[in-house]
């Protein structure tokens, strides 16, 4: 799954940052199923033909917030992009 920064607000006020964003979430997905081999035993095989699947783009939940360059915030977060964007 990769992550994005699709839209970042950023306010600075006296060595706080508030911020507001949301992050775009893409990956791949397959679907399987169980198919029936014995009453009491299957196999999972891939729904999709030639075993293939899809791929999906969504989006998280906004975000809002403020952070300070005191303390560096978790990689890969919204918190923290603010603060790059800060030069923190």
């Known amino acids: 799954m990769r992550f994005q920064v ?3 607000v950023v ?3 006296v060595e ?3 911020y507001r ?5 893409q990956g791949e997905y397959a679907k399987f199923v169980c198919a029936q081999t014995a009453p ?3 196999v999972w ?3 999709f033909p030639g075993g ?6 969504t989006y998280e939940l ?4 403020s952070v300070n360059c005191a303390q560096t915030e978790p990689a890969d977060t919204l918190r923290r992009t603010a603060q790059i964007r800060l030069s923190c």
């Open 40 to 42: 009491t035993t299957g």
């Open 16 to 18: 706080v940052v508030f």
């Open 21 to 25: 964003g949301t992050r775009r979430v």
């Open 45 to 47: 095989i891939n729904a």
């Open 11 to 13: 306010l600075v006020v």
């Open 6 to 8: 699709v839209e970042m």
């Open 52 to 57: 293939g699947g899809g791929s999906f783009t």
């Open 62 to 65: 906004p975000e809002i917030g």
